[in-house]
């Protein structure tokens, strides 16, 4: 069972420029999340879905944008990427708002 | 506001205990969760409390004073694997996480 899978990796990106980081989990969970991890910080919530077709903003929405088309992907864009969006993101499921997270193993990017 | 405590590092010897605190302040509580983290690594679910009192689990146990906002990791017969970042986390009343920024444990032989 894969779980969680976030891709890219890695990537360096141009200010300005829009991407979008991807997420998928085969473990039908309900709920899904994507954090933002940066040094000294805990994880902060960017966005959240507790269910397909619906979506939530987290602690740290700005400039990020989410759907939730079905129950297993769960996308995150950057419209008009600024370095201060320089982290690692991470993607979380869950069966149920009441449940512990699974998480991704992360995508760290840089905006130069 | 809503803020989650941890120190920032502590060392420890293989085959010792370590007791890893965490203080919590936020809006409603719905339960406590520790994680782990390796370096370069995703976070992995540790424990979870809910109610006043201890939760042992192997190694590793976890404990709850919901009336002091307060709760511990307690890691035992300490390996070098568990040379990470122990996350605390809360749920608070909009069944959202609240992360600490994590206690990074260093073991030494």
């Known amino acids: 069972t894969a779980g969680i899978t976030q891709a890219p990796t890695s990537q360096i990106l141009a200010a300005g420029r829009s991407m979008t980081l991807r997420c998928t989990q085969d473990?039908?969970?309900?709920?899904m999340y994507w954090y933002r991890q940066d040094l000294g910080l805990g994880l902060r919530l960017i966005h959240y879905s507790n269910t397909a077709g619906t979506t939530g903003k987290g602690e740290v929405p700005d400039g990020y944008s989410v759907s939730r088309a079905n129950t297993d992907d769960f996308p995150l864009t950057l419209a008009s990427a600024v370095p201060s969006q320089t982290s690692v993101y991470f993607c979380?499921?869950?069966?149920?708002?009441?449940?512990?997270?699974?998480f991704g193993p992360g995508t760290r990017l840089t905006v130069l | 506001g809503q803020n989650i405590d941890q120190p920032t590092e502590m060392t420890a010897t293989e085959g010792a205990i370590v007791q890893i605190n965490c203080t919590y302040q936020t809006s409603g509580f719905n339960g406590l969760f520790w994680y782990q983290q390796h370096a370069g690594e995703a976070p992995t679910f540790l424990s979870y409390?809910?109610l006043d009192g201890l939760e042992e689990k192997g190694r590793f146990s976890s404990f709850l004073s919901r009336s002091k906002g307060y709760s511990y990791l307690l890691l035992k017969e300490l390996q070098m694997k568990d040379s990470a970042s122990y996350l605390c986390?809360?749920?608070?009343?909009?069944?959202?996480?609240?992360w600490g920024a994590g206690t990074k444990l260093i073991i030494k032989p």
């Open positions: 409390n809910v």
């Open positions: 986390a809360v749920r608070d009343s909009n069944y959202q996480l609240i």
């Open positions: 473990m039908r969970h309900n709920a």
């Open positions: 979380a499921s869950s069966p149920g708002t009441h449940n512990e997270q699974f």
